[in-house]
């Protein structure tokens, strides 16, 4: 299994960026696909998590309503549509999936991808 994130990048608050993740390598539907975030000094944080099986979404209250994942029907891509973008959602964002959901949204999964860096400044 490979995850290949992209689309980080430096954006004023109040902005927006769109991440994208390549997955590859799962047979079938029967995992889930999420991003985690680790700002500097802090521990990692939970951001979203979908269930391939039925794209259901799913979020912390931390961005809930400014986040949302979603997946290319055509393809592995995941992406995270990230809106109102605030300084202290600067971190870097990392793809992360497994076969088990909550093993995405606990940060136990199996798969992780490179991170890429979003910076939110004043």
């Known amino acids: 299994v490979q995850l290949q994130a992209s689309g980080g990048g430096l954006v004023q608050t109040g902005g927006s960026l769109r991440l994208s993740c390549a997955v590859s390598g799962f047979t079938g539907n029967a995992y889930a696909v999420g991003w985690f975030r680790q700002a500097p000094g802090k521990e990692r944080e939970w951001v979203s998590a979908?269930?391939?099986?039925?794209?259901?979404?799913y979020y912390p209250d931390s961005v809930k309503g400014r986040f949302t994942i979603s997946r290319d029907a055509a393809s592995t891509t995941v992406f995270l549509q990230m809106d109102s973008l605030k300084v202290e959602d600067t971190a870097i964002y990392y793809c992360?999936?497994?076969?088990?959901?909550?093993?995405?949204?606990?940060?136990?999964?199996?798969?992780w991808g490179q991170g890429t860096l979003v910076t939110v400044s004043r």
């Open positions: 979908i269930d391939f099986l039925n794209d259901q979404p």
């Open positions: 992360i999936a497994d076969t088990g959901l909550w093993a995405v949204i606990t940060g136990a999964a199996q798969y």
